[in-house]
């Protein structure tokens, strides 16, 4: 796959449905899948889990509908400032009192606007949220229930809430099996020192988990850290993060060695 759209199309997921996966004339096998790291990984190292590897992802977007007026008769007014922004705690509040702290959910409000002037009450208040998971249970629970938090909010105050869940992207579960046959892959071409098991999930979420759940198979994040110490250098999304091209010729070797050992062993 040569994958177009991967930041917030969906790419995956038009390949899949414009037939990728059958493109050869029956299902694929196995899929395996690699993602470079500006950080955090050792340069040309590669590292993978078992089980859930990163999150999924959706967003939260949320109108609430007040009535405006003036800032000094806020009495005469149905003010949505303060009820939206009771809404962006309490989603907070929902998290860590009603979901397992060793099943994760995380909610960020990244946006919040209303209001032009310090002393005018606005109409509207709006803000946006990334939700992030770890199981497909969690998913469907925290999207019914934040937005019922926060329409039950909003009738509290005797105001109105526009609410709209946008789903992205699912959890990205790699199978057990061939999560460890790529541990044990990578092992033989580069050494013990190439491959670190990851100790966790990471919360960024990928379309390439829609392959996942299509096809058996892994997915694999490989060092491309300029720095020789890769703690430092900047993530993937920042607009100063840089990539070590040297890296590429390890994720070939290994896509190459994954295919041919997987049709031989893994099938």
């Known amino acids: 796959m040569f994958q177009p759209g991967e930041e917030g199309f969906d790419g995956a997921g038009h390949m899949i449905k414009e037939g990728v996966l059958t ?33 999924s992802s959706d967003e939260l977007h949320v109108t609430v509908v007040g009535m405006g007026g003036h800032g000094s008769q806020p009495h ?4 949505p400032i303060p009820v939206a922004a009771e809404m962006v705690s309490a989603l907070q509040l929902l998290i860590t009192r009603s979901f397992n702290a060793f099943d994760p959910v995380v909610i ?9 002037k310090a002393n005018i009450i606005p109409d509207t208040a709006e803000f946006q949220a990334t939700i992030r998971t770890f199981s497909a249970e969690n ?3 925290i999207q019914a229930e934040a937005v019922s938090l926060c329409n039950s909010i909003a009738e509290g105050y005797g105001l ?7 789903e ?16 044990t892959v990578v092992t033989d071409l580069f050494g013990t020192e190439g491959f670190l098991e990851m100790p966790h999930p990471v919360a960024g979420a990928e379309d390439y988990s829609r392959v996942l759940e299509e096809v058996t198979g892994s997915y694999v994040f490989l060092g491309a850290s300029v720095d020789q110490d890769p703690t430092k250098s900047e993530v993937n999304h920042s607009p100063r993060a840089m990539f070590d091209d040297a890296v ?6 290994l896509l190459s060695e994954l295919a041919v050992r997987s049709l031989n062993e893994m099938v």
């Open 23 to 55: 493109a050869s004339g029956k299902k694929a096998d196995a899929t395996y899948g690699i993602h470079v790291m500006s950080s955090a990984i050792p340069q040309g190292s590669f590292t993978t889990k078992a089980g859930t590897m990163m999150a």
């Open 76 to 79: 005469t007014a149905k003010d």
């Open 108 to 116: 960020t409000v990244g946006q919040f606007h209303a209001g032009t």
């Open 139 to 141: 998913r469907t629970r």
């Open 160 to 166: 109105k809430a526009n609410i709209d869940v946008i």
């Open 168 to 183: 992205q992207y699912p959890v990205t579960v790699n199978n057990d099996a061939h999560s460890h046959f790529v541990g």
């Open 248 to 253: 590429l010729y390890r994720g070939t070797a």
